[in-house]
T-cell receptor, first 115, second 115 residues
Framework: DAMVIQNPRYQVTQFGKPVTLSCSQTLNHNVMYWYQQKSSQAPKLLFH???????NEADTPDNFQSRRPNTSFCFLDIRSPGLGDAAMYLC??????????????FGPGTRLTVL | GQNIDQPTEMTATEGAIVQINCTYQTSGFNGLFWYQQHAGEAPTFLSY????GLEEKGRFSSFLSRSKGYSYLLLKELQMKDSASYLCAVRDLGGGSGGYNKLIFGAGTRLAVHP
């Protein structure tokens, strides 16, 4: 089945210790997104890739970086996690824009705990 | 600014009908999505509206009025498994490279279905 996979599902890190979350997709979608979702809040878009082109949201802290080495994989790097970065991180993909309703397909998420 | 409003919580009885409302104010509009999100899981796509009117999909229907900035999700014949958060999301053409499918999410409505 075509899908979006995130690893790990649960990640624990220490305050200030860099952490990387990974996302892979078998949908061959051009666009990949990273969202941060805190408890009972809306998913907040951090950035997205359209193919290799990186698009950062204006209010995304510099502490968050991303890499997309190929179509299938995308990584979220948190350089120095703070307690406020504890959240669910959702990866999503979509097909090229403006064609049909091209919904976003979400992975299961990685729940990050910062100690 | 961008603003999407939904009720925080709703309760309903198994077998009943429930309507979840969403109002939005966004700088652009290119469709409205409803997603279902069970606790600790990824959002899953339910429905999409881009033109005014009602879209029906089994037990779920979604309505849109663009002039009023208003949508609702109607769930019929409620089942216990429908207990989840329901997220309203507006698609805005976010610019960036080639344009892309940027979703602005509401905080979600937590629905509790009881026997």
């Amino acid at each position: 089945d075509a899908m979006v996979i995130q690893n790990p599902r649960y990640q624990v890190t220490q305050f200030g210790k860099p952490v990387t979350l990974s996302c892979s997709q078998t949908l061959n979608h051009n666009v990949m997104y990273w969202y941060q979702q805190k408890s009972s809040q809306a998913p907040k878009l951090l950035f997205h890739y359209y193919d290799k082109d990186f698009n950062n949201e204006a209010d995304t802290p510099d502490n968050f970086q991303s890499r997309r080495p190929n179509t299938s994989f995308c990584f979220l790097d948190i350089r120095s996690p703070g307690l406020g970065d504890a959240a669910m991180y959702l990866c999503a993909t979509s097909s090229p824009p403006l064609s049909s309703y091209n919904e976003q397909f979400f992975g299961p998420g990685t729940r990050l705990t910062v100690l | 600014g961008q603003n999407i409003d939904q009720p925080t919580e709703m309760t309903a009885t198994e077998g009943a009908i429930v309507q979840i409302n969403c109002t939005y104010q966004t700088s652009g509009f290119n469709g409205l999505f409803w997603y279902q999100q069970h606790a600790g899981e990824a959002p899953t796509f339910l429905s999409y509206n881009v033109l005014d009117g009602l879209e029906e999909k089994g037990r779920f229907s979604s309505f849109l009025s663009r002039s009023k900035g208003y949508s609702y999700l109607l769930l019929k014949e409620l089942q216990m498994k429908d207990s989840a958060s329901y997220l309203c999301a507006v698609r805005d053409l976010g610019g960036g490279s080639g344009g892309y499918n940027k979703l602005i999410f509401g905080a979600g409505t937590r629905l509790a279905v009881h026997p």
